[in-house]
Every structure is written in structure tokens, then in C-alpha cells.
């Protein structure tokens, strides 16, 4: 029991900062928030990312290429590009380790307004960060395993940051219905959105880049969303735009013959 509480809360916490801090905080600055507030929630981040911590400049350059070059070869991870979800995701790691480095020169157009904490984002990139976060895990396990099969999960708290966002991109490229036609090949996928937080309203997202809540339709829960209603509400950040709404016609689902 113990076990899958950790690794439920190690999921969706990880998952919560990837979408909250590093997306749209980080990349789009959807609202702002103190300098006491930012360094908490790049620490946040830290922790509960771990093993698997993404720098928030490298993530914010990256995303911001993904929105200007979306489904193109440009795109940092296009599915659309790659034989299968394994393949996308280490073309995107290559992709991310040289905008981390400043080896990329497509992402230098993208910088500027980015939350930078060089300190941390040094260590957390460093292996002795990431062995000590895996060695932590691995000596939970050995304490509160009660099950051989148990052990299998540990790779996906090794690379928890990485999965997350092979599932957004990989299924929200690929995979469910279009509200907007954004002449690319975003999608919202709904079904497994339980996984992403929100994140996977990618066609509403692209089409509203700016909008706090990526849901559209009455029926698209984006739970990042509340979260963010009650940190604004709280006044520990303060969303700059309310209700963004699109200005173009919803795209029909369906043709008439």
C-alpha cells in the first residue's frame, strides 16, 4: 500500500509542477507571483520532479519552440517526425540537452522573462543529483516493497518528467478530436487526460496559448485550472488574463457528405 501511495503522489505532484510551473508559469507566463513565491515553486519543482528535474529555462525555450514550429521538423517533439514514442523522446532529450547549453541557436529568439535559479538548476542537472534522487527511491522500495512485480515501477520514477511529456506530445499530436483548426495536427485527448492534468487539450491549447484554463467546452475539466483559481484567489500568484476566448468559429467534427 505504501508503495503505490508513493507512487501515485511522486506522478501527480511531478506532473502538477511540469504543468503549473515549468508550462505556464516558465514557458508562457500565464500569471505571476512573487520572488519568494518563484524560488518555492522552483524548489517545488526540484523535489518533486527529482531524478527527472527539468530546467525551467531549457523546458520554457523548448515549449515555446514547440509552439512556433508546431508539427514541423523544427518541432523539438513532433510524433509526427519519429517512429514510435521511444524515438521522439530521445530526439527530444538531445533537442533539450543542447538548448540547456546554449548549442541551439533556433532557441535564442525565445529567450527572455524566464524564472532562473542558476544554483539549483546547476545541481539538479548534475548525475550526483539525479543518482542521489534514484538511490532514495530505490532504498523506499527496498522498505516498503511487499512485491517483486513492485520493482517495475521505479523506472518511471527515474524518468518521471520525461513520460510525462512523451504523453502529452505523443497523444495529444496524434490521438482524439479538434475544436480549432491551428494547421497543425494538435488533438484534445480526453480519455487519458486523467494522466496529464489538462495537458492534453492540446488543440485547445494551441489555438489559445495564453488561456489559464485549457478547457473550452463545458464538458473539458482542466484540474490544473482550479489549482491556479485558488493560488490566484489566495493572491499567491495573480492570473494575467481572466477568460481568454477564442475569435474564430470552433472547427466541425464533422463533414457533411
Known sequence: MAILVFFVAHYYLSLFTQTFYLHRYAAHKMFTMNKFWERFFYLFTYVCQGSSFLSPRAYALLHRMHHAYSDTELDPHSPHFSNNAFDMMWKTKNIYNDVLNDRNELAERFEGDIPQWKALEAFGGTVYSRLAWGTAYVLFYIGFATAWWQYLL??????????????????????????????????????????????????????LPMRVNFGVKWWE?????????????????????????????????????
Do not use: C
Request: aromatic share 12%.
Open 221 to 257: 475539466f482542466d484540474p490544473t485550472y482550479v489549482a491556479i483559481w485558488t493560488l490566484d484567489k489566495a493572491r499567491i500568484i495573480k492570473i494575467k488574463r481572466k477568460n481568454v476566448q477564442p475569435k474564430q468559429r470552433t472547427k466541425k467534427l464533422a463533414q457533411a457528405a
Open 154 to 207: 521505479l523506472p518511471i520514477h527515474f524518468l518521471m518528467g520525461p513520460i510525462h511529456g512523451a504523453i502529452v506530445n505523443w497523444g495529444g499530436h496524434k490521438y482524439g478530436y479538434q475544436n480549432f483548426d491551428n494547421n497543425d495536427k494538435s488533438k484534445n485527448t480526453l480519455a487519458l487526460d486523467f494522466l496529464a492534468f489538462g495537458e492534453l487539450f492540446q488543440n485547445n491549447h494551441h489555438k
